[in-house]
C-alpha cells in the first residue's frame, strides 16, 4: 500500500469515527429530549391531578355546607313568627281569665320550636352585662350606664339572636352602655 493509500485509509477511518460519535450524540440527545418530554408530561398529570383533587374537596365542602344551611331561608321568615309567639305569650301571662289561652299558645310555641331545633335552629345566648362583640351582637343603641362596670357591656336584648348550624342568621339586637 502506498502513502497515500494508507492516509486515505486513516481519513476515512477518522471520518467515520466521527460520523459514529455524532450518530451517538444525536441518539443521547433524542434520548435525553424524550426523558425531558416524559418529565414534563408526567408533571402536567401530578398537577392535573391535584387540581382535581382540590376541586373534588371544595365542591364536597360547598355541598355540605349547602345542605347545612339549606332552610335559610324559611327560617328566616319564620323567626318574626316566633317572635310574635313570644310576645302573645309574654302578654297572656298577666291576664289570669285567659289560662286556657295561654296553654294553647304555649304548646303551638314549644312545638315551632321544636321543630325548629330539629332543623338546626338554635337561639343565641345572650346575658345583660356580657360585653358587647360587633361580631356577634347587633347595637340598635346605647345609653348612659347605670354603673362604671356596665360601660361598654350589654344592658338589655330587645331581640333575640339566631344560629342555624355554625352560621348567624340573625344577630341579637342590643343595648349598650357607655
Do not use: C, W
Not at 39 to 51: N, V, Y
Amino acid at each position: 500500500m502506498s502513502k497515500k493509500d494508507k492516509e486515505n485509509t486513516i481519513e476515512s477511518e477518522q471520518v467515520e469515527a466521527t460520523q459514529n460519535e455524532t450518530v451517538e450524540v444525536e441518539e443521547q440527545t433524542v434520548e435525553e429530549k424524550l426523558q425531558e418530554e416524559v418529565k414534563q408530561e408526567k408533571d402536567k398529570f401530578l398537577r392535573l391531578f391535584a387540581e382535581f383533587e382540590n376541586y373534588k374537596r371544595r365542591t364536597s365542602k360547598e355541598r355540605i355546607e349547602l345542605f347545612a344551611t339549606a332552610s335559610e331561608g324559611v327560617m328566616k321568615t319564620l323567626l318574626p313568627v316566633l317572635d310574635d309567639f313570644e310576645r302573645a305569650l309574654s302578654h297572656i301571662e298577666d291576664d289570669k281569665e285567659a289560662e286556657e289561652l295561654r296553654k294553647g299558645v304555649l304548646l303551638i310555641y314549644q312545638k315551632l320550636v321544636s321543630t325548629l331545633e330539629k332543623e338546626g335552629l338554635k337561639p343565641m345566648d345572650v346575658e345583660k352585662g356580657e360585653a358587647f362583640d360587633a361580631d356577634k351582637h347587633e347595637a340598635i343603641t346605647q345609653i348612659p350606664a347605670p354603673t362604671d362596670e356596665l360601660k361598654g357591656k350589654i344592658i338589655d336584648v330587645v331581640e333575640k339572636g339566631y344560629v342555624l348550624g355554625e352560621k348567624i342568621i340573625r344577630f341579637p339586637k342590643v343595648v349598650i352602655g357607655q
